[in-house]
């Protein structure tokens, strides 16, 4: 390496923001950037990024069924996407001669995949490791999902979100829109009415995006809702979503053995309730919701 060691942190940064380009038109594809974080993981937790096919078709196919977008595709084919076309962008190899998307000669030949060695060499880095961890993480999912996404990978989310930024630029956020969007609901949950306050302060309540910040969601009224911490997760890992009338649907592939959790069938169906003169979620913003996060289908009563 000629250059300095922070031209070579800047590339590494680059080549795996370049993942995030695949995207157009707000669609979702997190599959390759899951499989860096997974690679990240195991490279922290073993010194070696080496992950086998094995796990690819059990860990990597949990990862992109609850944290990706809703799919009919199969698991182990769902992996094994990523798994081989990460390849083609200079970051991934296989310790085979395999061709793309085919499950069957991934497990045939026990295929082990890993980072390209001068990348996993730079990403022993701590510092660097962590850097491109949030950097992939943040521009995939919002605030309420990365930590579990982290965790998901064996990463430490405080370590990592938390971490001193000299690295990424970020899209500027307008600090108004948080406040604008729990007045214009009265300071209580959308969903379930919650208005819980500490002193003069609101507690336990937030301002959810519809359409995801991170795909191009605006800080306006229509694409927000006030939600409970809780039904704020539940909305975001598609769990609750909205439905053409703006009815609350609960997907039916939420399952809860509790009284308490069993509550939150309770919603399924029901209206939001605005104040008077709220704009409601606008319809482009719902669609994109519902095609790129909820996990339908919806209950049937
Ligand atoms: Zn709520």
Known sequence: ?????????????????????????????????????????QL?????????????????????????????????????????????????????????????????????GRLEPLLEQALRDAGLAAAAARQLVESEFP????????????LDPDAILGAADGYTARRRRRGSWPVAILEAWDRQCAFCGFDGQLGAATVG?????????????????????????????????????????????VSSRFTSRTTAGQSVYELHGRPLRPRPGTSLPAAAHVDWHTNEVFKGPGLTL
Request: a negative charge.
């Open 1 to 41: 390496m000629i250059h300095g060691v922070v031209d070579q942190q800047n590339e590494v940064l680059a080549r795996l923001s370049s993942l995030r380009q695949h995207q157009q038109g707000g669609t979702r594809s997190p599959h390759k950037p899951l499989l860096v974080l997974l690679a990240l993981g």
């Open 44 to 112: 922290s937790a073993t010194g070696t990024s080496e992950i086998s096919w094995a796990t690819a078709a059990t860990k990597l196919a949990d990862l992109i069924r609850d944290y990706g977008p809703p799919s009919a595709t199969q698991p182990a084919q769902s992996a094994a996407y990523p798994f081989t076309r990460l390849r083609s962008d200079g970051i991934w190899t296989l310790n085979a001669d395999v061709p793309m998307d085919r499950v069957q000669p991934l497990a045939a030949n026990a295929v082990v």
């Open 143 to 154: 605030p309420t999902i990365a930590p579990d996404v982290l965790m998901a990978v064996g």
């Open 205 to 249: 309540i937030e301002a959810a995006h519809v359409r995801w910040f991170t795909f191009g969601g605006p800080d306006a009224v229509d694409n927000g809702l006030a939600l409970c911490s809780l039904h704020h997760k539940l909305f975001d890992r598609g769990v609750l979503g909205l439905g053409d009338d703006l009815r609350i649907i």
